[in-house]
């Protein structure tokens, strides 16, 4: 697959990250057991140097779509029959994701500056640092889930190292006391130029506890090899929770996202 650097063929050094995703948790890759995060999470917390030399620079259009479903069980004593009541509620919201790599360890690591502009949130600079199939970052810092799903896919380690072609797949599976998830991959598409493909995306996460869920997310994603980089995605991600006895809660989360610039690439068309 070429140069494997963590900002493509033309800069900075090693970068591993093998991508997993769920974007309910607000833990993502980070669906690990506490422990095993801990010295990256150390890493991410750390003070950074002044002014980090900036290797490369990154941003993507975000549009996210959220509807969320109540429904509740209804006993007739409370009102005219028994039964089950529901209320749904959406929220949209369009804006940007910047992403900045400022270094890269030796572990096969990389660490980024992430931030979020859209029109009905904002998220402000928060320093991840990203190893194998873990997202880590202090806990104090707002890092959305959007924000993961890109941050997800811009690993060297992302797409199946060796040859590449229509039918190649590859899978990642995190397990630990607070549940599992399961990631599978396969390659539906390569343009001529055997550079950029097409993946197509089936995950499985499931969590338990009193915040217990289970979940499937679908979707696909354009990826640049050359240079390592989602040219854009488009992911449908469905969770139901148990809320009580009597209570579920269901979230469909729709996430899609464009390159729009890249320091190393131009921007996708």
């Known amino acids: 697959?070429?140069?494997?650097s963590p900002c493509g063929r033309t800069g900075c050094k090693h970068v591993e990250y093998a991508g997993m995703r769920f974007p309910f948790v607000r833990l993502g890759a980070v669906l690990l057991a506490a422990a095993s995060l801990w010295p990256m999470a150390a890493f991410a917390a750390a003070t950074p140097p002044p002014a980090p030399r900036v290797l490369r620079h990154l941003t993507f259009a975000v549009g996210v779509d959220v509807e969320t479903r109540t429904d509740t069980k209804v006993s007739g004593i409370e009102g005219p029959a028994s039964g089950t009541a529901s209320n749904t509620g959406t929220q949209i919201q369009k804006g940007s994701i910047t992403v900045d790599v400022v270094a890269a360890t030796g572990d096969g690591g990389i660490v980024v500056d992430v931030s979020e502009d859209t029109d009905t949130r904002k998220a402000g600079v928060a320093r991840v640092a990203i190893l194998g199939s873990t997202i880590s970052y202090d806990p104090n810092k707002d890092v959305t889930d959007e924000e993961r799903?890109?941050?997800?896919?811009?690993?060297?380690?992302?797409?199946?190292?060796?040859?590449?072609?229509?039918?190649?797949?590859?899978a990642t599976d995190a397990n630990s006391s607070l549940g599992t998830d399961h990631a599978a991959y396969s390659v539906t598409a390569v343009d001529a130029d055997a550079k950029t493909i097409d993946i197509a995306?089936?995950?499985?996460?499931s969590q338990t506890g009193p915040r217990g869920f289970d979940g499937t997310t679908r979707g696909t994603v354009k990826y640049d090899m050359g240079v390592l980089v989602?040219?854009?995605?488009?992911?449908?991600?469905?969770?139901?929770?148990?809320?009580?006895?009597?209570?579920?809660?269901t979230v469909e989360t729709k996430v899609t996202s464009t390159l729009?610039?890249?320091?190393f690439h131009k921007a996708a068309t």
């Not at 488009?234 to 579920?248: E, H, P, Y």
């Open 201 to 205: 995306v089936d995950e499985r996460a």
């Open 230 to 249: 989602p040219l854009s995605f488009s992911l449908d991600t469905k969770r139901r929770a148990q809320q009580g006895i009597d209570q579920t809660v």
């Open 149 to 170: 799903d890109v941050l997800r896919f811009l690993s060297r380690s992302f797409v199946k190292d060796g040859e590449i072609s229509v039918g190649t797949s590859w």
């Open 1 to 4: 697959m070429g140069d494997r």
């Open 260 to 263: 729009t610039s890249d320091s």
